[in-house]
């Protein structure tokens, strides 16, 4: 059973910058595609940055293009998403998400098959 594990979030200022980890377990995931998710309060579930585990290959919202990074360690079956310039906009639960076919960055968070809890990141302004 494949499991995700965020761990990072926390409250920062504009301009700084936060860390977002995913342990993943259960699965070797090489075709898989694993990606970072949020969620603002009242508005629906984004994509933010998705990565083809086989070969590292990465894609990002707009939103978020220039500001974040997505990378993983094979190895240690670890997932990160680098942000930095936060916004208070970026302000959301974010979570890790995993599927085993490859997905791009238009495709719906609801396609995807494993989820973690989510760890909230708030910006303040």
């Known amino acids: 059973q494949v499991q995700l594990v965020e761990s990072g979030g926390g409250l920062v200022q504009t301009g700084e910058s936060l860390r977002l980890s995913c342990a993943a377990s259960?699965?070797?995931?090489?075709?898989?595609?694993v990606g970072w998710f949020r969620q603002a309060p009242g508005k629906e579930r984004e994509s933010v940055a998705i990565?083809?585990?086989?070969?590292?290959?990465?894609y990002y919202a707009d939103s978020v293009k220039g500001r974040f990074t997505i990378s993983r360690d094979n190895a240690k079956k670890l997932m990160y998403l680098q942000m930095n310039s936060l916004k208070p906009e970026d302000t959301a639960i974010y979570y890790c998400?995993?599927?085993?076919?490859?997905?791009?960055?238009?495709?719906?968070?609801?396609?995807?098959?494993?989820w973690g809890q989510g760890t909230q990141v708030t910006v303040s302004s």
């Open positions: 998400a995993a599927d085993k076919t490859i997905r791009t960055i238009t495709t719906p968070p609801s396609r995807y098959e494993y």
């Open positions: 990565i083809w585990w086989s070969t590292a290959t990465t």
């Open positions: 259960g699965s070797t995931f090489s075709s898989y595609t």
